[in-house]
């Protein structure tokens, strides 16, 4: 299943520069879960997640981008603001900016209820 990113042309500045574009986003298999941004991916056994949620209605400065949260040490890829799943990892996944490994990574798709019960789906079995 692939779950494509919303793509906020108001913000393309942001993330258009590191060649994210319409064929970015989650894509879950019965084994696997990959999030691509452009020239970044997170490719994790299925197995390693341990859930998923949805958030909406961010501030732009807090969601725009690759980023990392200021609250621990979890991880963005944003490209618009109007929500988005955070998925957890049981082990960290390898760094992808800044200095720790993620336990968390929050993705801006599309479909943010469809992402979500996909993974919990899976995730329960």
């Known amino acids: ?7 906020d042309t108001r913000y393309q500045l942001m993330w258009k520069p590191i060649g994210v574009g319409k064929n970015d986003g989650v894509t879950i298999t019965d084994d696997t879960f ?3 941004y452009g020239r970044k991916r997170v ?8 859930e998923a949620h949805a958030t909406l209605d961010y501030q732009w400065w807090k969601a725009i981008g690759m980023r990392l949260s200021f609250a621990d040490d979890g991880l963005t890829f944003g490209t618009s603001t109007h929500g988005g799943v955070c998925v957890h990892f049981d082990q960290r996944i390898p760094k992808v900016i800044g200095l720790r490994d993620h336990s968390a990574l929050t993705v801006t798709v599309d479909d943010l209820n469809g992402l979500v019960d996909a993974i919990n789906s899976r995730v329960a079995d």
Do not use: E, G, K, S
């Not at 299943?1 to 793509?7: G, I, W």
């Not at 490719?43 to 341990?50: K, R």
């Open 1 to 7: 299943m692939f779950f494509p990113y919303r793509l």
């Open 34 to 36: 990959t999030a691509t």
């Open 43 to 50: 490719v994790t056994p299925l197995a390693n997640v341990t």
